[in-house]
């Protein structure tokens, strides 16, 4: 275990877990992958530890004593010091709607149990290099600056404006928006764009495109129509609003 130390400073997680079985897993692969860890077990400790010193990924359950994970990811995504924060949100079997849920409330990703270490390990490693990444599409490496109608995204700066009004968006919304912004008028699947933007080999269900784009467009506001459904084929972005 001690040879694997050397790999250390992958990043801060905190693990919010109430079973202790499951909270030990996992902080151990953690720890042996060389991320710091720090772990809780009730939703409101959890939180405020998040907010004390906001961390590289959260690793958050959804049933928790205190608060539960939905709230726990609505108030990280409300607060602009959390806002940023890559969340996995961890499910048991069953909660597949809570899952939905999760993902509108602005979570990066989810993992079902049982997991095993090394599908934990793959996509923390995956939400927090889109995080860190310039959320730019590193294939085509796209323009810094994008503005059609109404919208203007800044991507360096990780800006989105709606009407001036700057927006918050989470990473993969980012980078979601940003693909289909730099794509008008073509057509994609829910398969290619996850291969696209989500990527890394995630296990991403069809619905789950559907709930960030649904969060994309609520946050798009009066643009909303920019984002359009083509029906029975996935999404396409289209120049002209409303
Ligand atoms: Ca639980």
Not at 19 to 30: A, G, K
Not at 111 to 134: D, M, W, Y
Not at 225 to 232: K, L, P, Q, S, Y
């Amino acid at each position: 275990m001690s040879s694997k130390r050397e790999n250390t400073h992958q990043g801060r997680i905190v693990v919010i877990e109430d079973e202790p079985d499951i909270r030990e897993v996992v902080v151990y692969n953690l720890l042996r992958e060389g991320f710091d860890v720090v772990a809780m077990g009730h939703g409101h400790q959890g939180l405020a530890e998040v907010q004390r010193t906001p961390p590289d990924c959260v690793l958050l359950d959804l049933m928790l004593p205190g608060l539960d994970g939905i709230e726990i990811c609505r108030q990280i995504r409300a607060d602009s010091r959390t806002a940023r924060v890559p969340v996995i949100m961890v499910t048991a079997k069953g909660e597949e709607s809570d899952v939905v849920l999760g993902l509108g409330m602005g979570a990066d990703d989810y993992l079902t149990k049982p997991f095993s270490p090394r599908e934990l390990i793959a996509r923390i490693k995956a939400v927090i290099r889109r995080g860190h990444g310039q959320a730019r599409d590193p294939d085509t490496d796209g323009p810094e600056q994008v503005e059609i109608g109404p919208l203007r995204i800044d991507a360096g700066r990780h800006d989105v404006r709606i009407f001036g009004e700057e927006q918050r968006f989470t990473a993969t919304e980012f980078r979601l928006l940003y693909f289909l912004a730099t794509h008008p008028g073509r057509v994609f699947s829910r398969d290619q764009l996850i291969g696209r933007v989500i990527g890394d080999g995630a296990i991403v269900l069809d619905r789950n495109i559907d709930v960030h784009i649904r969060s994309i467009r609520k946050k798009l506001g009066e643009a909303r129509d920019m984002v359009e459904t083509i029906r029975g084929v996935g999404y396409r972005f289209s120049e002209i609003e409303g």
